[in-house]
T-cell receptor, first 114, second 116 residues
């Protein structure tokens, strides 16, 4: 596609439910990042995929968070048993190759846990 | 621990002023430094810098990297109200030299407010 696409753009869920957030990177981009941004805060790194290499999961805040990337393209971030502190904007970015090429962001998913 | 520090955290100026935003970093295996502008949700890409001393310029915005002193600046001349945003600095790293694993580490941003 022309840009990074994320869905849904907004998600309201009840505490304790599972949610799935989707990211469609720019076609041909091998690197994909997930970040979380709470209100008024900076970007918190969650996970990084690069090609077929094992992902860097060092930023995932707990075992309730997981992500996969199928076929080296679309990625899904799953949050199980959501809690109110999970409320944030979840941003996905992709770049052509690794961390020495420009990364472009999607519009994000605003998650609200009530 | 890798870190990126931006200053100031916030800045209020009037239209026409020139501003300089700072980004310093301490990382292992530096690969790149990137600047973004964030107005609503998605940060929009401004510049990527990989070499010291080479200025990147786009209209009223310019940026330069100093890999010896480990910092970068973003200059905005003749500011306009539309420049009001949070400006984010990110440093691309690799886990080992030339490796494909790594990260984009973001600073907390500088919130710029341009008053008419």
């Amino acid at each position: 596609g022309a840009g990074v696409s994320q869905s849904p753009s907004n998600k309201v869920t009840e505490k304790g439910k599972d949610v799935e957030l989707r990211c469609d990177p720019i076609s041909g981009h091998t690197a994909l990042y997930w970040y979380r941004q709470s209100l008024g805060q900076g970007l918190e790194f969650l996970i990084y995929f690069q090609g077929n290499s094992a992902p860097d999961k060092s930023g995932l805040p707990s075992d309730r968070f997981s992500a996969e990337r199928t076929g080296g393209s679309v990625s899904t971030l799953t949050i199980q048993r959501t809690q109110q502190e999970d409320s944030a904007v979840y941003l996905c970015a992709s770049s052509l190759w690794a961390t020495n090429t420009e990364a472009f962001f999607g519009q994000g998913t605003r998650l609200t846990v009530v | 621990e890798d870190k990126v520090v931006q200053s100031p955290l916030s800045l209020v100026v009037h239209e026409g002023d020139t501003v300089t935003l700072n980004c310093s970093y301490e990382v292992t295996n530096f690969r790149s430094l990137l600047w973004y502008k964030q107005e609503k949700k998605a940060p929009t890409f401004l510049f990527m810098l990989t070499s010291s001393g080479i200025e990147k310029k786009s209209g009223r915005l310019s940026s330069i990297l100093d890999k010896k002193e480990l910092f970068s600046i973003l200059n905005i001349t003749a500011t306009q109200t539309g420049d009001s945003a949070v400006y984010l600095c990110a440093v691309g790293t690799s886990m080992n030299y030339g490796g494909s694993q790594g990260n984009l580490i973001f600073g907390k941003g500088t919130k710029l407010s341009v008053k008419p």
